[in-house]
């Protein structure tokens, strides 16, 4: 340093060639950022849309900003060329220009219009937005650029984030949400008449919205990066279009199950037709069995069977309508009904079957524990016993007459079974409770 100036020391020559050195690089890097910010896709389309919101308001003072930089760059430039032709003047500069360049490169030798940064809606550097102009140092200068450039590119950045992102995604939706469309129209997927239809509506109609609040207010869509201060720090918020994103995929998938209905139709109907007639056989063989069991057995209760289920006939019949007339989201839902019911129905039918022929079963395991009885006997040697050859005649008239006592018939075969066992000289057969109790046989 040398003499003291009004800004204090006076720079020697090579304190002022690194100042003037230093200050030409940072020229140099400010003009590039601030050729790429107005070079900026962002910037060009904030220039010509139709702003709405956040984004308007934001536009508004980010332009602002972008007038003054350029402003403050101006005369961040017309004082570095100042300086460089102060030095240029002599190989080794006077006191005297050693003492302007001290002055120009550290002191407050750079003049803005007051007017300026007001239109910005800038502070001052004294903070008195009312004066007529500001003294700024270079250095002063350069950090009041840094900072409108990092705002100005923060707001540029994001809605051009939010315009690269959204719009495409949402018309590539748009496009599926299309093609969904013709799909479910071909299957009858309509609004009005079925919920999926509905939806399809609704889908279109939050898209469209979403499209033009995306265009006009982008900034409406973004969100920033917490803890972050870098320019453009965050990501474009998708909670609306993943919203209905997830809505049409739930619509396709029911609309492809509409489709495999449309596909499986006939073949699904044809195997309902064969469930419901095995039912219908099945009840028709019962009320077959019913009339025997009354007229082979006496004394038992025999369930009433009911008719085959005409109501099911009958949506099976507008099942087949459906399927002529494509109305397969209306016969989707019909099937899988029909399908649970018909199964039912069968299974009901065979459990008629079998209350009903109840009473046949037992006649015929006491039949046959009888014959086998008499067969052990046959085996030892007493085939001709007296006793025994009349309490199985007697036992035998029970079961092969009609109408059959059960229980009566079944005590007959316990006496021949406790005569035959007393003879043999085996354990004694136990008394029966009632003709179901005990059908083991006599070898058990």
Same mark, same amino acid.
């Given at each position: 340093?040398?003499v &003291?100036?009004p800004?204090?020391p006076v720079?020697d020559r090579?304190e002022?060639?690194?100042a003037?050195?230093?200050l030409?690089?940072?020229?140099?890097a400010?003009e *590039?950022?601030?050729?790429a910010?107005?070079?900026?896709?962002g910037?060009r389309l904030?220039?010509g849309?139709e702003l709405?919101g956040v984004t308007?308001?934001?536009?508004?003072?980010t332009?602002?900003s972008?007038?003054l %930089?350029?402003t =403050?760059?101006d005369?961040?430039?017309?004082?570095?060329?100042?300086?460089?032709?102060?030095r240029?003047?002599r190989r080794?500069s006077s006191r005297?220009? %050693?003492a302007? %360049?001290?002055?120009l490169?550290?002191?407050e030798?750079v003049t803005?219009?007051?007017?300026?940064a007001?239109?910005a809606?800038?502070?001052?550097?004294?903070?008195?937005?009312?004066? %007529?102009?500001?003294?700024?140092?270079?250095?002063t200068?350069v950090?009041?650029?840094n900072e409108l450039y990092a705002t100005s590119?923060?707001?540029v950045?994001? #809605?051009?984030?939010?315009w690269?992102a959204?719009?495409a995604r949402?018309?590539?939706?748009?496009a599926e949400?299309?093609?969904?469309r013709?799909l479910?129209?071909s299957?009858?997927v309509?609004p009005g008449e079925h919920? #999926?239809?509905?939806d399809?509506?609704?889908?279109?109609?939050t898209?469209?919205?979403?499209?033009?609040?995306v265009?006009?207010?982008?900034?409406?869509?973004? !969100?920033p990066?917490?803890?972050s201060?870098?320019?453009g720090g965050?990501?474009?918020?998708? *909670?609306? =279009?993943?919203?209905?994103?997830r809505?049409?995929?739930?619509?396709r998938?029911?609309?492809d199950?509409v489709? *495999?209905?449309?596909?499986?139709?006939e073949? @699904?109907?044809?195997?309902l037709?064969?469930?419901?007639?095995?039912a219908?056989?099945?009840?028709? $063989?019962?009320?077959?069995a019913r009339?025997?069991?009354?007229?082979?057995?006496?004394?038992t209760?025999?369930p009433v069977?009911?008719?085959?289920p005409t109501a099911l006939?009958?949506q099976?019949?507008t099942? #087949?309508?459906y399927r002529?007339q494509?109305?397969?989201?209306?016969?989707?839902?019909?099937?899988e009904s029909?399908? !649970?019911?018909?199964?039912d129905?069968?299974?009901r039918a065979r459990e008629?079957?079998?209350?009903? &022929?109840?009473?046949?079963?037992?006649? #015929?395991e006491?039949?046959?524990?009888?014959?086998?009885y008499?067969?052990?006997v046959?085996?030892?040697?007493f085939?001709?016993d007296?006793?025994?050859v009349? @309490?199985?005649?007697?036992?035998?008239?029970?079961?092969?007459?009609?109408p059959?006592?059960l229980?009566?018939?079944? !005590?007959?075969v316990?006496r021949?079974q406790h005569?035959?066992? $007393?003879?043999l000289?085996?354990?004694?057969?136990?008394?029966q409770g009632g003709?179901?109790?005990d059908?083991?046989?006599p070898?058990?």
């Amino acid at each position: 340093m040398g003499v &003291t100036g009004p800004t204090g020391p006076v720079m020697d020559r090579d304190e002022v060639d690194r100042a003037l050195a230093r200050l030409g690089a940072e020229h140099e890097a400010i003009e *590039t950022s601030l050729l790429a910010l107005q070079d900026h896709a962002g910037r060009r389309l904030l220039e010509g849309a139709e702003l709405t919101g956040v984004t308007r308001e934001r536009w508004a003072s980010t332009e602002a900003s972008i007038t003054l %930089l350029w402003t =403050y760059f101006d005369a961040y430039s017309d004082a570095l060329r100042s300086a460089r032709d102060i030095r240029a003047r002599r190989r080794w500069s006077s006191r005297e220009d %050693l003492a302007e %360049l001290t002055e120009l490169l550290s002191g407050e030798a750079v003049t803005i219009a007051g007017s300026a940064a007001a239109t910005a809606n800038a502070p001052t550097l004294h903070g008195s937005p009312g004066r %007529l102009s500001e003294r700024y140092s270079l250095a002063t200068l350069v950090d009041r650029m840094n900072e409108l450039y990092a705002t100005s590119l923060d707001m540029v950045v994001a #809605a051009d984030a939010v315009w690269s992102a959204l719009p495409a995604r949402i018309d590539l939706l748009a496009a599926e949400l299309q093609r969904t469309r013709r799909l479910a129209h071909s299957v009858g997927v309509r609004p009005g008449e079925h919920p #999926a239809g509905d939806d399809l509506e609704r889908i279109t109609r939050t898209l469209t919205k979403l499209r033009e609040q995306v265009i006009s207010d982008p900034l409406a869509f973004w !969100q920033p990066a917490e803890g972050s201060s870098a320019p453009g720090g965050g990501r474009p918020d998708t *909670t609306v =279009y993943d919203r209905e994103a997830r809505a049409l995929e739930d619509v396709r998938r029911e609309i492809d199950a509409v489709l *495999t209905v449309r596909q499986d139709a006939e073949k @699904r109907i044809v195997a309902l037709r064969d469930v419901l007639s095995r039912a219908d056989r099945t009840l028709a $063989e019962a009320r077959t069995a019913r009339g025997e069991v009354l007229a082979k057995i006496a004394a038992t209760e025999v369930p009433v069977v009911s008719g085959p289920p005409t109501a099911l006939q009958e949506q099976l019949a507008t099942a #087949a309508e459906y399927r002529r007339q494509g109305q397969w989201h209306r016969l989707s839902p019909l099937l899988e009904s029909l399908e !649970q019911k018909a199964e039912d129905e069968l299974h009901r039918a065979r459990e008629s079957l079998t209350a009903v &022929t109840a009473p046949l079963a037992v006649r #015929a395991e006491l039949r046959g524990r009888l014959d086998a009885y008499k067969a052990k006997v046959a085996r030892h040697g007493f085939a001709e016993d007296a006793l025994l050859v009349e @309490r199985y005649e007697k036992a035998r008239r029970m079961l092969w007459s009609a109408p059959c006592d059960l229980r009566a018939a079944e !005590q007959a075969v316990l006496r021949y079974q406790h005569a035959a066992a $007393e003879l043999l000289g085996g354990p004694r057969v136990p008394d029966q409770g009632g003709p179901e109790d005990d059908r083991r046989g006599p070898g058990a």
